[in-house]
């Protein structure tokens, strides 16, 4: 078993392109962190009838480099993966000059993960909590053009739903900024110099996502940010905590 599967290099599959007369095959990269993870979905996207992996990989770099090469068509893509994490891999692949559609498959699903997925252009979403044949229902909708929800995904949006426009959060940009800097380990004081605020700005807005995220306090709202995907896991143990002790630093400003 390997302790650190962060560590894994990516790897590109064999060749890609299918034998003259054959079918076309819809290429997949897999963005995965863990390497069972990544093994077991290559295997079974290999066995969907006109799906071929053409690669995998730890993080989003390998995949946007092959994008930008027009090698792939789709990319399944993880929430929770080291350095930028996944909504921000998905914002870097979809602003690709031919963006590729992304799938994600995550273990995480919530109001903000959905929310934010959709806004930034994914054109799926797999809990992992749900059976692997949805994700293979996914990658059949999703590559004909569609939009896919697994079920626990379905569940949760069409409660959403039901509740209403309040039901939803909304991010706006400066709100996702605050969540994305607290999450980097940044005090109220610096992230109000780094944006051109006030302290008093900063403190509301933290608190505004507090309440909305049903955050008991800053120490979980970092760790909600990390669960969502909105910063990567390379701030581990003593370092996530000390993001999270800056982030509730301070009392409100005067």
């Known amino acids: 078993m390997n302790p650190n599967p962060i560590e894994d290099t ?60 027009l090698e792939i068509d789709l990319v399944v893509l993880d929430l929770m993966i080291p350095g930028i994490g996944g909504i921000n891999a998905l914002q870097k692949l979809r602003s690709l000059p031919v963006p590729p559609r992304v799938i994600i498959y995550s273990g995480t699903t919530t109001v903000h993960s959905l929310q934010l997925a959709l806004a930034h252009g994914a054109a799926g979403y797999v809990d992992k909590g749900d059976s692997i044949e949805e994700l293979k229902a996914g990658l059949q909708r999703v590559s004909e053009g569609g939009i896919y929800f ?60 507090m309440e909305r995220a049903d955050a008991r306090n800053a ?13 990567g896991l390379h701030r581990a143990g003593a370092e996530a905590s000390e993001a999270a002790a800056r982030a509730g630093e301070g009392r409100r400003p005067d």
């Not at 069972?36 to 295997?43: G, K, W």
């Not at 409660?159 to 800097?181: A, Y």
């Not at 120490?219 to 910063?231: C, N």
Request: glycine share 10%; hydrophobic share 45%.
């Open 219 to 231: 120490q979980d709202l970092v760790r909600y940010a990390f669960e969502i995907g909105l910063v």
């Open 150 to 209: 697994s079920q626990g995904a379905s569940r949760l949006m069409s409660s959403l739903m039901r509740s209403g426009p309040g039901g939803m959060l909304k991010l706006e940009p400066t709100e996702f900024r605050v969540l994305e800097l607290l999450a980097g380990g940044y005090s109220i004081k610096d992230i109000a110099k780094e944006m051109k605020l006030s302290d008093q700005k900063v403190y509301r807005t933290r608190q505004s996502l």
């Open 10 to 69: 990516a790897r590109v599959a064999g060749s890609s392109s299918a034998p003259s007369g054959a079918e076309t095959l819809r290429r997949i990269w897999i963005v995965e962190d863990h390497i069972s993870v990544r093994q077991l979905l290559e295997a079974f996207i290999n066995l969907i009838p006109g799906f071929k992996v053409v690669g995998v990989s730890a993080g989003e770099a390998p995949a946007c480099e092959a994008a930008l090469r």
